[in-house]
């Protein structure tokens, strides 16, 4: 639900689904760019800490509902024999969803790279309206 105060910070001709696209693109950007640079090897356990982690992260913002983040662990090519052996992360390696609902409205959207775009693609999956 949402607060009554936070609406007054928004001119009141935005609607429901314009508001839920505007979270959901903050909640993306938010992950890229937290995730984007981190040092990260090819142990499994160090990639699985930093996805749940920066996960955690994301779901303390307002109005998710669901995040999953998956990073590439095919293109991760730091492995630690030596001290300078390890990876950064990079759009290439960044697939997530997720989900937000904001009052009646429910938003699915994606970032993952797009090898044809040889870009990471921040898009808008599927909206809801519940009744």
């Not at 429901?16 to 938010?30: P, S, T």
């Not at 990639?47 to 995040?67: D, L």
Request: aromatic residues 8%; hydrophobic residues 35%; proline residues 3%.
């Amino acid at each position: 639900m949402t607060n009554k105060n936070e609406k007054t910070y928004f001119t009141s001709d935005i609607t429901n689904r314009e508001r839920a696209c505007f979270e959901i693109g903050i909640k993306l950007g938010a992950l890229y760019h937290i995730l984007s640079g981190i040092p990260v090897s090819s142990n499994p356990e160090i990639i699985e800490a930093i996805e749940r982690g920066i996960e955690a992260s994301i779901s303390c913002q307002p109005f998710v509902k669901s995040i999953e983040i998956n990073l590439n662990r095919d293109k991760i090519t730091g492995d630690k024999s030596s001290e300078f052996k390890y990876d950064e992360i990079s759009g290439k390696l960044i697939t997530a969803k997720v989900i937000i609902e904001y009052e009646s409205i429910e938003v699915i959207a994606k970032v993952e790279w797009i090898e044809d775009l040889q870009y990471p693609l921040m898009y808008i999956e599927k909206i809801t309206k519940r009744e």
